[in-house]
């Protein structure tokens, strides 16, 4: 059993990644494939040159851009986790450079001729875990969580989404250690 690990963490002594790694430990995947977005220097947004050549390949149905090694990656994966901090009610902006190219018409989706979507993905999880330093008064409705929640629900069809998350670890008696471990017991498994 396989995992792919989009690790959206950015600080080297990131507490989110820590709550990842030890989700990844209780589950006991036998190997993990990581993406360390915040390492990727050739992950960039989709700018006004990157778009032409996006919708060109996406038109012609040709996939060798590079660009696409992530959608190709993300629809043949079993089971995926996505883990970031929560920054400014969202996530780090080199996550949704990601996530643009991941969510490629053809790749990772299609569309029907009625406009319906249609997954092309494999995976049968999808884990995502997330810290914050304050409180979240609803995951599902922030930039974080509810933006996988929706690209799943539209896109990928994952039919099982789950997701961790340890809130209010920058207040000033946090006791970190115990807030990690109190997330990955009360886990939330939406579909
Ligand atoms: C750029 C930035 C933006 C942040 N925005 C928020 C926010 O909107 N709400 C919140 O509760 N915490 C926010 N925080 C605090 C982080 O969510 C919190 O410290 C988190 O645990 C960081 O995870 P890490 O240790 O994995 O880096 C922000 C932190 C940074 C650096």
Redesign the pocket.
């Known amino acids: 059993m396989e995992l792919l690990f989009v690790n959206g963490?950015?600080?080297k002594?990131?507490?989110?990644?820590a709550l990842a790694r030890r989700w990844i430990q209780r589950q006991g995947f036998a190997s993990v494939c990581e993406l360390r977005i915040g390492l990727m220097g050739d992950l960039t947004p989709l700018d006004n040159m990157g778009i032409v050549a996006y919708g060109d390949a996406v038109s012609a149905g040709c996939y060798d851009h590079s660009m696409f090694r992530f959608a190709k990656q993300f629809a043949s994966a079993s089971h995926i986790l996505i883990a970031a901090?929560?920054?400014?009610?969202s996530l780090p902006a080199k996550l949704h450079d990601y996530l643009e190219l991941v969510c490629t018409q053809g790749l990772t989706f299609s569309v029907d001729e009625k406009g319906a979507y249609h997954s092309l993905c494999h995976a049968q999880r999808l884990a995502f875990v997330m810290?914050?330093?304050?409180r979240?008064a609803n995951p599902s409705d922030d930039h974080a969580f509810g933006l996988i929640r929706t690209l799943n629900e539209q896109f990928w069809h994952i039919p099982h989404l789950e997701c961790v998350v340890a809130e209010g670890?920058?207040a000033a008696n946090a006791n970190v250690d115990v807030l990690l471990d109190a997330a990955l017991d009360t886990a939330t498994v939406l579909t």
Not at 85 to 89: A, E, G, S, T, Y
């Open positions: 963490c950015m600080r002594e990131s507490r989110t990644e901090p929560f920054w400014n009610f810290t914050s330093g304050g979240i670890l920058d």
